[in-house]
Structures are given as C-alpha cells and as structure tokens.
C-alpha cells in the first residue's frame, strides 16, 4: 500500500513578541526551500507579521487562516497563496492572516474542541509539502494552543539576554498542559536568537540554555545581523538576496540541522 506523504508540521512559539518568532518562521522556510524542501507557512497571528513580510496585503485576503478555521470545508488549497518557487529546488507558500483572526478568536476557545480546528484541518493538506511551519501570536491564547495541537515539534526562539529564562519556563508549562489536556507529546527545541557576542548577557545566557536545555536546543544559534530589518522592510526573505550574509548562514545551519534530524528518523 502507497502511504499518502505527511509533511512534518512546525510550531513557532514564544508568549512574549519581538523574539524572532516571524524571522524564524520566513527565514528558516526560505533555507529550506534553497536545499529543496517545500514549505507551507501558517500565519495564525492576528498581527498578520509574516503575511506582510511575504508582500501580501492582510486587509485584501479573503481566504485567510481565519476564514479556513471558521469554515466547513476540507478544501484547504483555496486558502494557499503560492508565493516563490526557486528553480531546481524547493518552494514557499503560505495561508496568509489578517485582523479577522482576533474576531473569531474567542469563538474557536468557546466552540467543542476549542484549539483543535486548525488540526483538524491540516489533515486535508496536499502530499505536496515537505514542511510546514506555523508562526504564532504572542500570547499564551487559544491561538497558540491550536498551533500546539496541529504541530509536530515546536521551536521556541529566545532572545539571548537574561529576562527570556522566565517566559520560556512559562512557555514549557503551557505546552504541558496541553500535551496533558490532548494526551500527545510535543517535542520542543530552544532556538537562541540575536545573540551579540560583545555582551556578556549574551554570553552568559547561551550558557544557561545550553546547559539547562541540552537536549532540547539546536547545536547553532542565531547571531544579531541588522540585516534582518532590511529584509522587512523589502517585504523578502533575507536568504532570497543576501545569502551570504551572517543572518542567512546561521538558519541555513539550523534547516541542515532539520534535515539531518530528520534523515536519521529523529525528528
Ligand atoms: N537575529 C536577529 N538579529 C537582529 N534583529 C532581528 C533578529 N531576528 C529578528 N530581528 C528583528 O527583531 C524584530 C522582532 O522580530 P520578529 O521576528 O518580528 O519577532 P516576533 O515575531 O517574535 O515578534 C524585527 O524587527 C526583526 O527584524
Ligand atoms: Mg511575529
């Protein structure tokens, strides 16, 4: 028997914003999409970051995430935007967000199965994918359990500074809940982000992470590159233009690493 192929489902989260939550998200997909691997992005923030990251207007999208989550249907392709596909090699795609998604949020907690739509849903999703990387809201809200329901592992970007030990800690309770509300185990992985080797803080807390969370952390980390507000600001991923640049390098580390976990069945 031929078994239908499953994409391998990621969740990016963190409670707290402007950690590299949407950064990750987009510039880990473009990595993968340069060694091949189409990617399907989830925009389940309100905010609508990396809907706008992608030059896709949040207000002029009709078939957003939100419409998907609220609808009946199983026909999930008419809610995908195809938006790069690099010769010879892998490809990126996303189901966009807008501000829709903050009005029917409170529905999706009060409906039966609140948090497992978006699941439910990504059941219908082409063979097509090899991954799919949901970026989250910052908040620990339904949003963010639905996210943690649909998905296979979870990365949680971390700011290499002190004050992140706290949140992450908080982080990992939430996703114990619900590993114990669905009786599913979630695997998680830290990814530390703009980390600035000048700054002791920094220093000392890829330290702390490193050795509190040995297993759960990815060999690489990602350094501080300005770069990567150019790349908001142009509406592309940095990979797409500059991959030489040290921002690249480091996700382009972090998807190799992806891929050799998954090539040895570790993921
Ligand atoms: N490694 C990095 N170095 C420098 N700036 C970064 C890095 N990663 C993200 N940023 C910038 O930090 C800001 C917040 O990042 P973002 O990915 O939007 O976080 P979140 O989605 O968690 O709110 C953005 O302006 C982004 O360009
Ligand atoms: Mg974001």
Do not use: W
């Not at 990595?31 to 925009?43: A, K, M, R």
């Not at 690099?86 to 529905?107: C, H, M, R, V």
């Not at 921002?247 to 998807?255: N, T």
């Amino acid at each position: 028997m031929i078994c239908k192929k499953r994409p391998f489902i990621y969740a990016i989260a963190n409670q707290k914003g402007g950690v590299g939550k949407t950064t990750t998200a987009l510039t880990l997909a473009s990595s993968l999409s340069i060694l091949e691997q189409n990617v399907l992005l989830i925009d389940i923030d309100p905010q609508a970051s990396l809907t706008n990251h992608l030059a896709i207007e949040p207000e002029m999208v009709e078939n957003s995430i939100g419409s998907l989550l609220v609808s009946e249907t199983s026909d999930i392709e008419q809610f995908i935007i195809k938006k790069y596909k690099i010769k010879g090699g892998g490809g990126i795609d996303i189901i966009p967000s807008n501000i829709n998604l903050a009005k029917i949020e409170s529905n999706l907690s009060a409906s039966n199965g609140g948090g497992l739509q978006l699941k439910e849903k990504l059941k219908y999703l082409p063979d097509y994918y090899d991954y799919v990387i949901i970026d989250s809201s910052p908040a620990l809200s339904v949003l963010l359990i639905s996210a943690i329901a649909a998905c296979d592992g979870i990365i949680i970007p971390v700011v290499a500074d002190y004050l992140s030990v706290r949140g992450v800690e908080l982080l990992i309770k939430t996703i114990q809940k619900v590993e114990n509300a669905l009786n599913v185990k979630r695997d998680y992985k830290l990814l530390i982000t703009m980390f600035d080797k000048r700054t002791n803080s920094s220093l000392k807390s890829l330290n702390y992470f490193k050795n509190n969370y040995k297993e759960n952390s990815f060999d690489n980390f990602i350094n501080a590159d300005t770069k990567f507000k150019d790349a908001s600001f142009i509406k592309k991923p940095l990979t797409y233009y500059e991959v030489r640049s040290r921002g690249s390098i480091d996700y382009l580390l972090i998807a190799r690493e992806i891929l050799s976990a998954s090539a040895k069945g570790g993921e």
